[in-house]
């Protein structure tokens, strides 16, 4: 069974930063596609930035310069370095992952964790 694990979320106040980290758990689970996602109350879930095995990454234009996004392969954890934040950053973020399973690519999802920017 797959488990991702968020942690790292919280209460900061704007310009200050967070870091969050998602953990992939489970045997012989290798991600292909990791990332993070986030939903305000009453919005849609939006993408925030993705990361492939290569390293290759992919930003929403609204934390491009602000967040960046990392992995450890041989920990399947990706990471999620937040500078600058601003009240509408606040949400609740949830990890994703992919992984081909035999020939599908099989999606998994984290709890979430709440990230509040405020004064």
């Known amino acids: 069974q797959v488990q991702l694990v968020e942690s790292g979320g919280g209460l900061v106040q704007p310009g200050g930063s967070l870091r969050l980290s998602c953990a992939a758990s489970?045997?012989?689970?290798?991600?292909?596609?990791m990332g993070w996602y986030r939903q305000a109350p009453g919005k849609q879930r939006e993408l925030v930035a993705t990361?492939?095995?290569?390293?290759?990454?992919n930003y929403a234009d609204s934390v491009k310069g602000r967040f960046t996004i990392s992995r450890d392969n041989a920990k399947n954890t990706v990471y999620l370095q937040m500078n600058s934040l601003k009240p509408e950053d606040t949400a609740v973020y949830y990890c994703?992952?992919?992984?081909?399973?035999?020939?599908?690519?099989?999606?998994?999802w984290g709890q979430g964790t709440q990230v509040t920017v405020s004064s």
């Open positions: 994703h992952a992919d992984s081909w399973v035999a020939l599908s690519l099989v999606n998994y």
């Open positions: 489970g045997s012989m689970f290798s991600a292909n596609v």
């Open positions: 990361i492939t095995w290569a390293g290759s990454t």
